[in-house]
C-alpha cells in the first residue's frame, strides 16, 4: 500500500517561532490535504492541495503540493499556544470517489511560552 | 460541533461484551468512514461506505461487524474484542462526486478493551 512518511516526528518550539514540517512518498497522490488533531478530538482539515506545484494560505498557514506529486509541506509562521497538537498529513490517488485518505504518522507540535 | 457527531466519546469493554459505536452526519455526504487511530501508527481506515454500500473492507478482523442503513448513519458492532483493539475509533464523512475531498471527522470514541 501507499506510504506517506512525515517528519518530524515532534517539534519544540518557542512561541513566535516559525514551523516547518513535510511528508513524501514513493506514489504520486492527485490531493495532498493537511490536518490537525487536538487532544481528544477528530482532525481538522487545514489546507487542501489540488494541482502539483500549488502553494495555498490560510492565515498563518502555508503550504505546498510539490511537483513530482509525491511530496508536500507545512509552514507556520509566528507559532501561537493554540497552535499546539497534531499535525496530519494525508494523500488521495483517486480522482474522486470513496477510496479513503493515506495518512503520515503526524507531528507532534509543542509550544513553550 | 463538527457536523459528525460519534457515541460514546468513551467505552470500557470487556472482551466478552458486545458493543456498537455510532456516528451520524447531517451535512449531506454520501460517504462515511471508519478510521482506526492507535498511538504511534498512522490512521488506519477500516471500512468505506458510499451510497450506502460498502466499498472497501481493509482486512478488518470480523470481530469489527459494520452496518450503514442511511447515508446519515453509520455503526460498527464490536464483540469479543482483543485488547490490541484499544483505541480511538474515528468516523468521517465525505461527498464523493465533489472536487472537495476534505472529509470531516467526528470527534471519536476512545475505546478500552480489559
Sequence with gaps: ?????????????????????????????????????DPGEGPVLLIALYKAGEL????????????????????????????????????????????????????HLIIQP | ETGVTQTPRHLVMGMTNKKSLKCEQHLGHNAMYWYKQSAKKPLELMFVYNFK??????SVPSRFSPECPN?????LHLHTLQ???????????????SANYGYTFGSGTRLTVV
Excluded at chain 1, 513524501?24 to 492527485?30: D, G, W
Excluded at chain 1, 511537483?67 to 493554540?82: G, H, M
Excluded at chain 1, 497552535?83 to 470513496?98: E, S, T
Excluded at chain 2, 485488547?83 to 462526486?97: G, N, R
Design chain 2, 83 to 97: 485488547p490490541e483493539d484499544s483505541a480511538l475509533y474515528l468516523c468521517a464523512s465525505s461527498h464523493t462526486d
Design chain 2, 71 to 75: 447515508s446519515s448513519h453509520l455503526f
Design chain 1, 1 to 37: 500500500g501507499q506510504q506517506l512518511n512525515q517528519s518530524p516526528q515532534s517539534m519544540f518550539i518557542q512561541e513566535g517561532e516559525d514551523v516547518s514540517m513535510n511528508c513524501t512518498s514513493s506514489s504520486i497522490f492527485n490531493t495532498w490535504l493537511w490536518y490537525k488533531q
Design chain 2, 53 to 58: 454500500e460498502q466499498t472497501e473492507n481493509n
Design chain 1, 56 to 107: 495555498t494560505s490560510n492565515g498563518r498557514l502555508t503550504a505546498q503540493f510539490g511537483i513530482t506529486r509525491k511530496d508536500s509541506f507545512l509552514n507556520i509562521s509566528a507559532s501561537i499556544p493554540s497552535d499546539v497538537g497534531i499535525y496530519f498529513c494525508a494523500g488521495q490517488l483517486a480522482g474522486g470517489g470513496a477510496d479513503g485518505l493515506t495518512f503520515g504518522k503526524g507531528t
